[in-house]
């Protein structure tokens, strides 16, 4: 009889089970705040009448460039990487003086321009005739160069920097002279003389912004001098815009400013956290900017170079000067490579204006380097990358020279407003 009962009764429990998982007897649970059939229970599908939840895109992390005025702030897009594990260098050697020709020699240049693998050095780099060519400027073969990258906005979590950096090599102060106005390494063949010093053939729009002046390296700082101290992100650069070429980006266009032009300074950084690529982001934000500006008549790429090896670190100078103002030069790119048809306007600018700088201050300017690339140049004829000294000299040394600059040809851009 027992054995009769205990199988009915497993019988009924195996109905009740079966019914349960067919629905026909409704039972309802709850999990993490959705209800469920007793059925989906099995298989966690939510029932039918109640919605699948949904995933929200993530907003795309781009942040256009907004004009401003010189002088005025920007934020700085930062970004983390691995703290370099290198101890405090020792401080610079007294500086001495040296006077070199280009007939004759020169210093090494462009040391700072890293290698793709590694941190930016400014001990490494190409000789003089090798050309100004940064690891991430595309070659002939590259992926087309007008294909713009989004600008990351990135927020770092940690402070990658060296704290108390100094350099562990001689500076020495040099002043580079030059019978040719120009250095050409490219196969074209220039009458560059023709060009120096003439009147200057460019025309700014009476109303909106008239200059442009942005950073497409704008970690590049100087020598620590005096206050101008800086943590620095490796040897010679910094995320602080108070001590990188960004200040003396804003001093040129603060001093631009007072001679009536209209100038907007972008301050944001392309070459941080990635140095490859920063021509590319760099594109993108001067189309920015042409859209939203299209009167900007001059872009000013503004860089410090840098000249050296192992053992020294040069700072130019003019020894012209009764005051400290560091070396100037302009690279202007060709169409060697990528289409550029705006590159004859832009060498004819440069040399005029490389002329009349210098006969106001003898030997503030180099010679202008001509190069295969075309460095962002080609978006209007008033394009131009401007080398405010290397990396031996001090911050105050370019920011002299900027407003030297600035004082040469504030009067006669101001001159070349449409009426």
Same mark, same amino acid.
């Given at each position: 009889?027992? +054995?009769?009962?205990?199988?009915?009764?497993?019988?009924?429990?195996? +109905?009740?089970?079966?019914?349960?998982?067919?629905?026909?007897?409704?039972?309802?649970?709850?999990?993490?705040?959705?209800?469920?059939?007793?059925?989906?229970?099995?298989?966690?599908?939510?029932?039918?009448?109640?919605?699948?939840?949904?995933?929200?895109?993530?907003?795309?992390?781009?942040?256009?460039?907004?004009?401003?005025?010189?002088?005025?702030?920007?934020?700085?897009?930062?970004?983390?990487?691995?703290?370099?594990?290198?101890?405090?260098?020792?401080?610079?050697?007294?500086?001495?003086?040296?006077?070199?020709?280009?007939?004759?020699?020169?210093?090494?240049?462009? @040391?700072?321009?890293?290698?793709?693998?590694?941190?930016?050095?400014?001990?490494?780099?190409?000789?003089?005739?090798?050309?100004?060519?940064?690891?991430?400027?595309?070659?002939?073969?590259?992926?087309?160069?007008?294909?713009?990258?989004?600008?990351?906005?990135?927020?770092?979590?940690?402070?990658?920097?060296? *704290?108390?950096?100094?350099?562990? &090599?001689?500076?020495?102060?040099?002043?580079?002279?030059?019978? /040719?106005?120009?250095?050409?390494?490219?196969?074209?063949?220039? #009458?560059?003389?023709?060009?120096?010093?003439?009147?200057?053939?460019?025309?700014?729009?009476?109303?909106?912004?008239?200059?442009?002046?942005?950073?497409? *390296?704008?970690?590049?700082?100087?020598?620590?001098?005096?206050?101008?101290?800086?943590?620095?992100?490796?040897?010679?650069?910094?995320? #602080?815009?108070? *001590?990188?070429?960004?200040?003396?980006?804003?001093?040129?266009?603060?001093?631009?400013?007072?001679?009536?032009?209209?100038?907007? &300074?972008?301050?944001?950084?392309?070459?941080?956290?990635?140095?490859?690529?920063?021509?590319?982001?760099?594109?993108?934000?001067?189309?920015?900017?042409? /859209?939203?500006?299209p009167g900007i008549a001059m872009i000013i790429d503004l860089h410090r170079d840098a000249l050296g090896d192992d053992e020294v &670190?040069?700072?130019?100078?003019?020894?012209?000067?009764?005051?400290? @103002?560091?070396?100037?030069? +302009?690279?202007?790119?060709?169409?060697?490579?990528?289409?550029?048809?705006?590159?004859?306007?832009?060498?004819?600018?440069?040399?005029?204006?490389?002329?009349?700088?210098?006969?106001?201050?003898? *030997?503030?300017?180099?010679?202008?380097?001509?190069?295969?690339?075309?460095?962002?140049?080609? +978006?209007?004829?008033?394009?131009?990358?401007?080398?405010?000294?290397?990396?031996?000299?001090?911050?105050?040394? @370019?920011?002299?020279?900027?407003?030297?600059?600035?004082? &040469?040809?504030?009067?006669?851009?101001?001159?070349?407003?449409?009426?």
């Amino acid at each position: 009889m027992k +054995f009769k009962l205990f199988s009915l009764g497993l019988l009924l429990v195996c +109905f009740a089970i079966l019914g349960v998982m067919t629905g026909v007897i409704p039972v309802t649970g709850r999990d993490a705040g959705q209800v469920y059939t007793a059925a989906a229970l099995f298989d966690r599908t939510p029932a039918p009448d109640t919605p699948a939840p949904t995933e929200t895109a993530a907003p795309k992390n781009i942040t256009p460039p907004t004009p401003r005025l010189a002088g005025t702030a920007a934020p700085v897009s930062t970004a983390v990487i691995a703290a370099p594990t290198a101890t405090p260098a020792r401080a610079a050697s007294t500086p001495g003086r040296t006077t070199v020709s280009l007939s004759t020699a020169q210093p090494t240049r462009r @040391a700072d321009e890293p290698s793709p693998t590694a941190g930016p050095s400014p001990t490494a780099g190409p000789s003089p005739t090798a050309g100004h060519s940064p690891s991430d400027e595309p070659s002939a073969s590259a992926e087309p160069e007008d294909t713009p990258l989004p600008i990351a906005a990135v927020t770092p979590s940690a402070e990658p920097v060296i *704290h108390g950096w100094e350099p562990d &090599v001689e500076v020495v102060s040099t002043t580079i002279t030059w019978q /040719e106005p120009v250095q050409n390494d490219t196969d074209i063949d220039l #009458d560059a003389a023709a060009l120096l010093g003439q009147e200057p053939d460019i025309t700014l729009p009476a109303r909106g912004a008239q200059v442009l002046i942005l950073h497409t *390296h704008g970690t590049e700082a100087y020598t620590p001098d005096g206050a101008d101290q800086y943590e620095a992100t490796t040897d010679y650069r910094t995320l #602080d815009p108070a *001590h990188s070429v960004i200040r003396v980006g804003k001093a040129l266009g603060k001093a631009l400013e007072s001679y009536g032009l209209r100038v907007i &300074v972008d301050t944001q950084l392309y070459d941080w956290p990635s140095y490859n690529g920063s021509y590319s982001r760099a594109e993108q934000a001067i189309r920015q900017y042409l /859209e939203q500006e299209p009167g900007i008549a001059m872009i000013i790429d503004l860089h410090r170079d840098a000249l050296g090896d192992d053992e020294v &670190v040069y700072k130019t100078v003019s020894d012209e000067l009764d005051i400290p @103002a560091a070396q100037m030069m +302009f690279v202007v790119g060709t169409d060697e490579n990528l289409d550029h048809p705006n590159w004859r306007e832009n060498l004819a600018l440069a040399l005029s204006l490389q002329g009349l700088v210098e006969d106001e201050y003898p *030997h503030l300017m180099r010679p202008t380097l001509v190069c295969p690339y075309r460095y962002n140049q080609q +978006f209007t004829p008033g394009s131009m990358l401007l080398e405010i000294g290397t990396a031996g000299n001090t911050l105050q040394e @370019a920011i002299t020279s900027a407003e030297l600059f600035a004082d &040469v040809i504030g009067p006669i851009l101001a001159e070349r407003v449409e009426a």
